[in-house]
């Protein structure tokens, strides 16, 4: 399928083509085009062909054709924005207006909103818009820049007043787009909106002037590349619009900006220029170092990528995220080039700008006992880096490091301050209502540390699950900046078993940690109460929907005494339960889900 021609390819395709037509040809050619013109510009048509008709072949081939041609543009663009803008004022006016009747749907479940409106008298809405879009579109392309930004203003700050049964509302051109009302393409719209506000600004204005188009939110997405090949006419003073143009972008932090900047960069320079570029915005953009790593890896250019990225690590600030990403690039490449020790230097940068429990995991596990790494991730975690939802930073790439208080019960928990996270535990004396406390991930870690089988049963198989989802622990994540990530991801055909992986991690730290028999018989009495506390609450207040949760809990205690020289304890432990509540059959399908004998009477023919 051949790709869609710009007006420019178009015309001059048009032009060359005409050259080799016969007169006969034309007329051919000129009376297909008659036939499908609509009745209220043809008018406009004849009199396009008596102004070539009274022009002479020079004047044809020359300028004055062309000027009359623009003038009798001008006046028939001009009657349209007239047309439009008296047809905006009465939306304004509320002279036209949408009918709506609402309703609540639930075909499609109970989630969301269920709200529907159906609309009423839209055609006349529907042309406005569309015919503006049209229009905006002609000016581009006809040369009529001013006219273009003014009509695009108009559409953007029209209001459709919506009458319905209750109060009515108001909807803006994305909402009516939103609710299948008009038929606009916004990104076209915008790439032809930003060409003319280009030609229509002045050169030291044009690279602000733009930008600020990029708070729209349907600008957001839009690659300034491809506003390059709209228009008859060439974008002035291009060279000096692109310095103009990165130096602004390189001075405004954002994701928005971000993205512009490196696509920019890309253009003008190619990938070989990003290192530059990262040098100069550093401060507000220091995902582009992380970039200019990611293309030297797609070189295979370990040695290159090492050098920048210890550069890097030594310019980006230490809160951001982002650094995290850098040091496990740059440890990658330390591990191509044989300096298995010198990577994990990178990995504890890592979790120095990225405390997470994941990062924490893959340190403990391969530096092993390294005093010198263990005191320096405590003193990581020591600090106060708490997270309480406030400090959201809103730009993506200056993300800072701040741990939520879950995660860093987790970090001391991993970092062997087992007390500490008990004492969490039993510092919360309800059992119920632990949706929002740590004790869920409290519980579920303590039992898997007190856990002396290599192999999974039933309960703690799903508490195991439980951590992994609490820790945020994937094997992609884990595996970065080890020397696996690439042939994990090259290997890889089928969804990896997460569960398996972490599993893994998990015993191999353990065996860095001991636990006292006298500490391990503490905790389990501890663990113990609080549970059974949790299955008596639960059951005797009938929440069925948390029947399997703590069928889960009392399996993964019975599972772990076993564990611990305690004979037929899970046994033990569920069959308690089912005496307990004898006449709750819902509870007791859980119970035999997570391994207890079937205690149901057989019957007899």
């Known amino acids: 399928m051949a790709s869609a021609m710009n ?155 919506v009458e319905n049964d209750w109060d009515p509302f108001t909807m803006g051109l994305e909402e009516l787009l939103d609710e299948g009302l008009i038929s606009v393409n916004l990104e076209n719209l915008a790439l032809h909106v930003l060409f003319a506000v280009y030609q229509k600004a002045a050169p030291e204005e044009r690279a602000r002037v733009l930008y600020d188009y990029f708070s729209i939110s349907f600008f957001k997405n839009i690659n300034l590349e491809n506003m390059l090949s709209l228009g008859k006419e060439e ?95 740059t440890g990658e490449a330390a591990i191509d080039l044989g300096g298995e020790e010198d990577a994990k230097v990178y990995w504890l940068e890592a979790f120095r700008s990225n405390p997470s429990p994941v990062n924490c995991l893959r340190l403990m596990i391969t530096t092993q006992t390294q005093d010198n790494c263990r005191k320096a991730m405590k003193e990581i975690i020591d600090q106060p880096h708490s997270y309480s939802g406030r400090e959201y930073n809103s730009v993506k790439e200056l993300a800072e490091n701040l741990v939520t208080a879950d995660h860093k019960n987790i970090l001391r928990f991993l970092n062997g301050d087992f007390d500490f996270v008990m004492n969490q535990c039993r510092q919360i004396k309800v059992s119920l209502g632990w949706s929002s ?88 009495a501890d663990l113990e109460t609080i549970i059974d506390k949790r299955v008596r609450a639960i059951i005797s207040g009938q929440h069925r929907a948390h029947y399997g949760s703590v069928a889960v809990l009392a399996a993964a205690l019975g599972e772990v005494k076993e564990s611990r020289g305690e004979a037929s304890a899970k046994e033990a432990v569920l069959r308690k339960y089912w005496e307990a509540f004898p006449r709750y059959s819902a509870f007791h399908a859980e119970l035999r889900e997570y391994g207890m004998k079937d205690m149901r009477k057989k019957k007899t023919r």
Not at 279 to 305: F, I, V, W
Request: glycine share 6%.
């Open 7 to 161: 007006l420019k390819e178009f015309t001059l395709a048009v032009d060359q083509a005409a050259q080799n037509m016969d007169q006969g040809q034309l007329q051919l050619l000129i009376h297909s085009i008659a036939r499908k013109i609509p009745e209220e510009n043809r008018k406009d048509f004849m009199g396009l062909l008596k102004t070539v008709q009274g022009s002479s072949t020079a004047e044809c081939s020359g300028g004055k054709l062309k000027i009359d041609i623009k003038k009798a543009d001008g006046i028939e663009i001009k009657r349209d924005m007239e047309r439009l803008k008296k047809l905006f004022h009465e939306i304004e006016d509320e002279e036209i207006c949408l009918q709506a009747d609402g309703y609540e749907d639930y075909s499609m479940g109970y989630g969301g909103d269920n709200w529907v409106w159906e609309y009423e008298e839209t055609d006349e809405i529907k042309k406005v818009f569309e015919d503006s879009g049209r229009l905006l579109i002609r000016c581009v392309n006809d040369g009529f820049y001013h006219e273009a930004v003014e009509l695009f203003n108009i559409m953007m700050e029209a209001e459709v007043t």
């Open 235 to 329: 974008l002035k003073d291009l060279p000096q619009f692109w310095e103009t143009w990165i130096a602004l972008l390189s001075e405004t932090p954002g994701d928005t900006a971000q993205r512009l900047l490196e696509e920019a960069v890309i253009y003008q320079h190619g990938e070989d220029g990003l290192l530059a570029a990262a040098r100069l915005a550093c401060e507000n953009h220091p995902s582009l170092y992380l970039r200019t790593l990611q293309a030297l890896e797609q070189l295979h250019d370990s040695e290159k990528l090492l050098e920048i990225g210890k550069e890097a690590l030594e310019k980006v600030n230490k809160k951001y995220v982002v650094r995290s990403e850098i040091a496990l690039k």
């Open 437 to 524: 406390t740590f004790m869920k991930c409290g519980i579920s870690l303590l039992l898997l540390l007190l856990l002396k089988d290599d192999d999974l049963k039933q309960g703690c198989k799903k508490l195991a699950e439980a951590a992994r989802c609490y820790m945020n622990f994937d094997a992609e994540t884990y595996f970065k900046g080890t020397g696996h990530a690439r042939e994990y991801g090259k290997n890889r055909t089928v969804s990896p078993n997460e569960q398996k992986i972490f599993w893994q991690c998990f015993r191999q730290w353990k065996t860095e940690f001991s636990v006292t028999d006298e500490q391990a018989a503490l905790y389990l």
